[in-house]
């Protein structure tokens, strides 16, 4: 049912503005005059004008970490023992980045009208995730209102922290495989024209690696711009490719089946279902909308089709041990912990006290991954070089030595 927004005058003469719920506007004005106002303007909400129009406002968002932030100032204010509403308007007040006012005015209103929190959450749409909305959603149900939205920040910050580590850990490497691009063009661009030039004038006969980087040189030198065309209709076409779910989930299968880079995918997935779920099954979400908010967060299709299935199962009556375990992707120390959990009843707790045991798997892979990736790239940059280096010196060597004799 739509809200709207009114301006009315009171018995008393006094101005009055708030929000009332109503299938319509002319029962909004008759709620208001029931209320002995009389109303001067009755304009329906943002949010419900854009529904009846049948499309959603584009609205400011906010990052991750900025979304935590907010989460766990709406949390203290509420541990202190300030109602929902005062504690938005306190937050609101404090809120400096004109995107997080937009957000908090847009969620005030709402409550106000008499929309739960996490209704009004999943109407403004992002950076409010399945994950987020739930969450709030049993922060609402259950009464542990502040400690539930502790929670939430706890793994918001959590998926950020995860998330720099990640970033940080390929940002190396790329700089590496940078450098290499830059020294080839600079060596064939720059160098090998400007070195050949006295050789060719010579009519040595140039050794095999010459020839093959001249013949490199030649084609970048003429086709480079169908070569640039090409790499662009590459990239599009493999974004289409991927956007289509039967390919992504072949291209997801295959990531997660390599030898390090696979490791790290799948590490990282386990520890963000590991938290999530346990996080989730504490605030007393059920497991099967648990696992449904869970699927959205793994970011891999092959796990997510994974936990489809899983949760086809445990709908079934089945528990959710077995399942992760027949998936096949999932770590059997994992597979224990929910088969303990599940049958002693402490599911959420014994995923929680796991959860730091993943991360600090996550941690290892990481390192895993930044010692070998790097080497790798050295490795290909020494050989690249190498080659280069002996196509430029051997013809200098061998018109050395035709001068001497």
């Not at 929190?117 to 399945?130: I, L, Q, S, V």
């Amino acid at each position: 049912m739509p809200s709207f927004r009114y301006q009315a005058l009171a018995a008393d003469g006094a101005m009055q503005n708030g929000s009332i719920v109503a299938p319509d506007r002319v029962t909004a004005m008759r709620l208001i005059q029931q209320k002995g106002e009389t109303p001067l303007d009755v304009v329906m909400s943002e949010a419900d004008a854009a529904a009846a129009a049948g499309g959603r406002v584009a609205r400011p968002t906010i990052s991750r970490s900025e979304l935590a932030d907010l989460v766990r100032e709406l949390a203290t204010a509420l541990e202190a023992g300030l109602p929902l509403m005062q504690a938005l308007k306190t937050v609101r007040r404090q809120a400096a980045h004109r995107n997080m006012q937009a957000i908090l005015d847009f969620i005030i209103e709402r409550v106000e009208a008499g929309v739960p929190f996490h209704t009004a959450a999943k109407e403004y749409g992002p950076p409010f995730d399945d994950m987020t909305t739930g969450m709030l959603r049993a922060a609402d149900a259950s009464g542990r209102t502040s400690e539930i939205m502790h929670q939430l920040a706890d793994l918001l910050e959590r998926s950020v922290e995860l998330r720099r580590e990640v970033v940080g850990a390929v940002v190396y490497p790329l700089m590496i495989a940078g450098l290499i691009a830059v020294s080839v063009v600079v060596l064939i661009g720059f160098v090998l024209p400007r070195v050949m030039k006295p050789i060719l004038q010579a009519n040595l006969e140039l050794p095999l690696p010459t020839v093959i980087l001249m013949s490199i040189s030649d084609f970048v030198a003429s086709w480079w711009l169908v070569m640039l065309a090409a790499i662009l209709l590459a990239v599009v076409g493999w974004r289409n490719w991927l956007a289509k779910p039967d390919n992504r989930l072949r291209f997801d299968t295959f990531l997660i089946g390599l030898p390090v880079v696979g490791r790290l995918v799948r590490d990282i997935a386990v520890a963000r279902f590991t938290r999530t779920l346990g996080t989730l099954v504490s605030a007393g979400i059920p497991i099967l909308s648990a696992l449904r908010i869970v699927r959205d967060t793994l970011g891999n299709q092959a796990l997510m089709q994974a936990i489809d299935q899983v949760s086809d199962k445990v709908s079934t009556g089945q528990s959710l041990a077995d399942p992760l375990e027949r998936s096949g992707h999932f770590p059997p120390l994992l597979v224990q912990i929910v088969n303990i959990g599940e049958r002693s009843g402490r599911l959420e707790q014994m995923l929680l006290h796991a959860a730091g045991s993943f991360d600090r798997q996550v941690n290892n892979s990481l390192k895993l991954f930044t010692r070998i990736l790097p080497t790798i790239l050295l490795v290909v940059m020494a050989l690249i070089a190498s080659f280069v280096l002996a196509a430029i010196l051997l013809p200098i060597i061998e018109l050395q030595k035709a001068a001497g004799a």
